[in-house]
C-alpha cells in the first residue's frame, strides 16, 4: 500500500516517524510529509502548498492517507474530494500522542479498518472503527469482495445486502467457483428461490436471484493475436464476440497477452488502455514452452517462430490457467480466454 503520512507538529513528526517504520517494515510503501513552519531540520518532506492541496495529490497518487493531529484537520483537507468508496482511498487519523487510531474514510474497499487496526497494534494505540457491519460483527460483502479479489457489480445492491444482513435477514449465495470456510450467519448457501442473494462468478447469463449481486473475479486472462496495423475497433469487436459466446463480464479479463513482437502494436495498447487492464508479452521461446493442446497455425509459425499466439499467451499469463474460449479469429485478429485457477473463502 502506497501510504503519505503528515504531521504538524514535533510530537507528531516523532510518531510519524515511528510508524513510517514500522508500516516499512511490514511491507507498506510511506513517505512522511510535514506542514508546519516550525518543524524545520526534521527528516520529512515539507509541504509548501496549501494542505488541500496537498491532499489532492495524495487522493490522485496514494492508497491511504494518515493524518497525524487533530480529526476536524483532516475533514476539512480531505472533503472537497470525497467522490465514492470504489475509488477514494484510505484516511486514517491518529492523534500526536498515539492514543486513538480513527478509520475516517473507505473503511472497507479501501483498507482504512485494516490500516488502523494495524497501526493501532504496533504502536499500542485504540484503533476506532464505526462501520455498522464491523461493530456488529456481521459479514461485509465489500470486504469479503476486497479480501477475495472479486469485482463489485453494484454499489447499492452491496449495500442492500449489508443492511438486509445487519437487520436479521437472510441473503442467498451461490458461486460457480470453489469455496472454502464457514459461511457466515444470514447467508443461505446455494439456495436460488430467495429475493435477493449473492452471485460469485464470471457469467452475467446466471441470475439465480430476484435481485443478485455478482461478484465476479478477475481471473480471465484474453490471449490476443493480431497482424499489423490493425484498428483498435477490430480487436474491440472480436473481443466483444468472444464475451458474448462465452456470457462473459468484461470485468472478469484482468488482462491480455500476446507475443513480444506485438508489444508496440498501436491498436493493441490502445485497447488495453480502454479496458484498463495490463498487457504481458513473451517471447516465442517462451511460448513454446507453455504446456497446452493449441490450436495450430503453419502461417503464425512462419511470421512469429510459435504455431499459436493467442492460446498460449493466454494459458502463459495466467499461469497455467484452462482454455475457456478456443482461438477464433477474422479480419486479421485471433483471441482466446484462459481462466486461472481460483476460489473464494470465508473467514
Not at 204 to 218: C, D, G, N, S, V
Not at 227 to 238: A, C, G, H, M, N
Not at 252 to 280: D, H, W, Y
Amino acid at each position: 500500500m502506497e501510504i503519505g503520512i503528515i504531521c504538524f507538529t514535533m510530537n507528531g513528526y516523532v510518531l510519524a516517524e515511528e510508524t513510517d517504520r514500522l508500516l516499512k517494515k511490514s511491507g507498506h510503501r510511506t513517505e512522511v510529509f510535514a506542514k508546519s513552519r516550525y518543524l524545520r531540520d526534521v527528516d520529512a518532506i515539507p509541504v509548501k502548498d496549501s494542505l488541500k492541496l496537498w491532499t489532492k495529490k495524495m487522493f490522485e497518487t496514494k492508497d491511504a492517507i494518515l493524518f497525524i493531529g487533530a480529526s476536524g484537520i483532516a475533514v476539512r483537507a480531505i472533503a472537497p474530494y470525497v467522490e465514492d468508496k470504489k475509488y477514494d482511498p484510505a484516511v486514517v487519523v491518529m492523534d500526536e500522542r498515539g492514543k486513538f487510531c480513527i478509520s475516517l474514510l473507505s473503511g472497507h474497499l479501501g483498507g482504512a479498518n485494516e490500516l488502523a487496526e494495524t497501526v493501532g497494534k504496533e504502536l499500542g494505540a485504540i484503533p476506532v472503527v464505526t462501520t455498522a457491519t464491523d461493530v456488529n460483527g456481521r459479514f461485509a460483502v465489500d470486504v469479503f469482495a476486497k479480501k477475495n479479489r472479486l469485482y463489485i457489480s453494484n454499489m447499492s445492491l452491496a449495500k442492500e445486502v449489508s443492511a438486509k444482513l445487519l437487520h436479521g435477514g437472510t441473503v442467498g449465495f451461490i458461486s460457480e467457483l470453489p469455496v472454502t470456510g464457514q459461511a457466515p450467519e444470514g447467508l443461505v448457501i446455494n439456495q436460488e428461490d430467495m429475493e435477493l442473494g449473492i452471485y460469485v462468478g464470471v457469467h452475467y447469463h446466471r441470475q439465480p436471484f430476484e435481485q443478485t449481486l455478482w461478484l465476479i473475479p478477475r481471473s480471465i486472462t484474453a490471449g490476443i493475436g493480431c497482424r499489423k496495423d490493425v484498428s483498435t475497433e477490430q480487436i474491440e469487436e472480436l473481443f466483444e464476440e468472444a464475451c458474448q459466446i462465452n456470457g462473459l463480464f468484461h470485468e472478469a479479463v484482468a488482462q491480455a497477452a500476446t507475443i513480444n513482437l506485438k508489444k508496440e502494436e498501436p491498436a493493441l495498447r490502445e485497447f488495453c488502455q480502454e479496458m484498463g487492464i495490463p498487457l504481458s508479452v513473451y517471447t516465442a521461446e517462451e511460448l513454446l514452452k507453455t504446456e497446452g493442446d493449441f490450436s495450430a497455425s503453419d502461417f503464425v509459425q512462419s511470421v512469429t517462430g510459435v504455431d499459436n499466439v493467442c492460446e498460449r499467451s493466454a494459458v502463459k499469463a495466467s499461469g497455467g490457467g484452462k482454455i475457456i474460449q478456443k482461438k477464433i479469429g477474422r479480419n486479421g485478429v485471433t483471441v482466446a480466454f484462459a481462466m486461472e485457477e481460483w476460489s473464494v473463502e470465508f473467514e
